[in-house]
């Protein structure tokens, strides 16, 4: 939390959106979007299309119903896709959540959807894409906070979710080059590192106390990333 209230110190000194913005943000996300919609006092300025628990097919069907609509409301959209975390794991009847898959399946299943996406929205000439880089999240930590009798267990699944999500980041990186825009890199605000033995050596690893829960952002968080994407509509919306 430390390194996140040290970038908040730094970045609140900037402004936070630009006034004269030519295109509406439509943010396309699940419940990632409603956590950071309540930071900000201008979020009305910016569209959130939200969902808890929302697949990135599901939210893909909503796009392509309301895709039209959006445009007949703003003119010029600028959509950002920010879907992925619900299709790579799964919930269980007790509320705990386990991993879909050990391999690629999962992230093979996103990045066809988003190719999907992106050639719909092709089809919109006042329409730009660009896809956010999903943050990694535990489940070890989720199913801790949702009193799973054996947490432990899950322990190598979010070693195997964290090489997922990387992986999936690395096509939406793929994907933005194409659309010549970029993503900020979330998962980097939870990354922390130490360093051990006597030459010191430096090792990184993930830290998930800016989430409640292992996968929803605490206020700090929420804001924090809110305002690094305020620096990409401040970018590509104008």
């Given at each position: ?144 906070f949702h009193n799973h009798s054996n947490p432990e267990q899950f322990r190598e699944d979010d070693l195997c979710l964290h090489t997922q999500i990387e992986q999936l980041n690395i096509y939406i990186r793929d994907i933005n080059r194409i659309l010549h825009v970029h993503s900020p890199s979330l998962s980097n605000d939870l990354v922390q590192t130490r ?44």
């Amino acid at each position: 939390m430390n390194n996140i209230r040290k970038q908040l110190s730094k970045i609140d000194e900037i402004p936070y959106l630009n006034n004269n913005l030519t295109s509406v943000p439509v943010i396309l996300s699940d419940s990632k979007g409603r956590c950071l919609q309540n930071q900000l006092n201008f979020r009305n300025s910016i569209k959130w299309c939200y969902k808890s628990g929302a697949s990135t097919k599901e939210q893909f069907n909503f796009l392509k119903q309301n895709l039209a609509e959006l445009i007949n409301q703003y003119t010029n959209i600028t959509l950002f896709v920010w879907l992925g975390t619900n299709d790579l794991t799964k919930k269980e009847r007790d509320g705990s959540i386990s991993l879909k898959s050990s391999g690629n399946d999962s992230v093979n299943h996103i990045y066809s959807i988003y190719k999907e996406i992106y050639f719909f929205v092709r089809n919109f000439e006042k329409v730009k894409l660009i896809y956010i880089e999903v943050p990694v999240y535990s489940i070890y930590w989720w199913n801790v906070f949702h009193n799973h009798s054996n947490p432990e267990q899950f322990r190598e699944d979010d070693l195997c979710l964290h090489t997922q999500i990387e992986q999936l980041n690395i096509y939406i990186r793929d994907i933005n080059r194409i659309l010549h825009v970029h993503s900020p890199s979330l998962s980097n605000d939870l990354v922390q590192t130490r360093k051990q033995g006597k030459r010191k050596h430096t090792f990184s690893s993930y830290t998930f106390t800016g989430y409640y829960d292992g996968i929803h952002p605490r206020p700090e968080l929420s804001r924090l990333w809110l305002l690094k994407l305020c620096r990409v509509f401040n970018m590509y919306c104008v």
